[in-house]
């Protein structure tokens, strides 16, 4: 995909997420916004070849969109849109969406997501993002290795609850 078809796709990606949030409320009031109190030295994980206007960092050869807690809604990267899933993809190319288990100590929604009634419409989004995004080659090696920190950090925190 040349620059012109990626920033096709993202603009495509972000307008799923346009209206459609994870609960029919608005969770921010749950946590008092907890996912947007970054700093200068965390952020939102940038999906490949996704731009933004934001401040970005590079941590481990992957580029993080640094804020300082408020942004436009329009401005918002793909990782923000999506938080708390994330589309996941397993070894068959099949795409899921998944809670995102790194963020358990940062959202209310991944600790409790058992109990929580997520919408429906969202996680057919996150899918639909994530089926999108593995067309392209380079962003599907990116969902595998993000899908596989997702499953270890998994598998750890149910060691650690049993
Ligand atoms: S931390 Fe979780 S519950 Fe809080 S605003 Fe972010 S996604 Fe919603
Ligand atoms: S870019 Fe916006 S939505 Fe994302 S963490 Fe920062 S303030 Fe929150």
């Not at 990626?6 to 749950?30: A, E, N």
């Not at 849109?81 to 998944?98: H, M, Q, T």
């Amino acid at each position: 995909m040349n620059d012109t078809e990626y920033k096709r796709m993202y603009h495509r990606l972000y307008r799923l997420f346009r209206r459609v949030t994870p609960l029919k409320k608005d969770c921010g009031v749950l946590c008092s916004r907890a996912c947007c109190q970054g700093d200068d030295r965390t952020g939102m994980l940038l999906f490949p070849h996704e731009e933004t206007d934001l401040q970005v960092i590079e941590k481990n050869g992957l580029r993080y969109a640094v804020c300082q807690g408020v942004c436009r809604r329009e401005d918002r990267p793909l990782s923000c849109r999506i938080f708390p899933f994330f589309p996941a993809v397993d070894e068959n190319g099949r795409v899921y969406a998944v809670i995102d288990e790194r963020g358990r100590f940062v959202c209310p929604l991944v600790r409790q997501c058992d109990h929580v009634k997520f919408r429906p419409a969202f996680l057919r989004r996150v899918k639909k993002a994530g089926s999108l995004l593995a067309k392209d080659q380079e962003c599907l090696v990116f969902l595998r290795t993000i899908s596989g920190e997702i499953a270890e950090t998994s598998a750890l925190a149910d060691q650690l609850k049993n």
